[in-house]
């Protein structure tokens, strides 16, 4: 079942920025590490960026590393991803996920 | 990171025949201090997210029916179907949590025969 909620996403122009958002109400951040993936249309999942539980170590795919921010608001009980000089390339739903908890995925369009 | 590989990228199954997905990793998934395999198995039909049908290699998620089921052990791992229904095409992914990132395979896409 899904129990993540995610918003942001949409239309950005290439070189542009977007921050997805990644809450929940029966979930708590505090205890779980979270990953945010990506799917192109018609391919497979990409891993995107984790954050550990404590927010303290984060990792990064090459393909964002340096572009994109991944943090996490334990008071608010909320994990972020901020993606910046956004590519053609990025566009792609995003979810962001803790095995088998997942959200219901953001669209991110990048086009002039 | 940990490579996942599975096999075949695509299947086609009669209705009520079985359907067997391998997944195999480039490294040992088996913990040893909890004799746990830490590969998940996942369904993903269009427009929607993943769902987790299989986790610790073979235990089967709440709700999920039995006629799914998972086997293998530290790289080798396999997702089975043993009478396909209908409502089971969809693209598969195995998953390995047990170092991070938590890495895919490349998915295999079920269809009806």
């Known amino acids: 079942q899904v129990i993540l909620v995610q918003s942001g996403g949409g239309l950005v122009k290439p070189g542009g920025s977007l921050r997805l958002s990644c809450g929940a109400s029966d979930f708590s951040f505090s205890d779980y590490y979270i990953n945010w993936f990506r799917q192109a249309p018609g391919k497979g999942l990409e891993w995107v960026s984790y954050i550990s539980a404590d927010g303290k170590s984060r990792l990064y795919a090459d393909s964002v590393k340096g572009r994109f921010t991944i943090s996490k608001d334990n008071a608010e009980n909320s994990v972020y991803l901020q993606m910046d000089s956004l590519r053609a390339d990025d566009a792609a739903v995003y979810y962001c996920?803790?095995?088998?908890?997942w959200g219901q995925g953001t669209q991110v369009t990048v086009s002039s | 990171d940990i490579e996942m590989t599975q096999s075949p990228d695509a299947l086609a199954v009669s209705l009520g025949e079985r359907a067997t997905i391998n997944c195999k990793s480039s490294q040992n998934l088996l913990y040893a201090s909890n004799n746990k395999n830490y590969l998940g198995w996942y369904q993903q039909k269009a427009g929607q997210p993943p769902k987790l049908l299989i986790s610790?290699?073979?235990t089967r998620e709440s709700g999920v029916p039995e006629r799914f089921s998972g086997s293998g052990s530290g790289t080798d791992f396999t997702l089975t179907i043993s009478s396909l229904q209908a409502e089971d095409v969809a693209v598969y992914y195995c998953?390995?949590?047990?170092?991070?990132?938590?890495?895919f395979g490349q998915g295999t896409k079920l269809e009806i025969k």
């Open positions: 998953q390995q949590y047990y170092s991070h990132p938590d890495t």
């Open positions: 996920a803790h095995i088998g908890y």
């Open positions: 610790w290699a073979s």
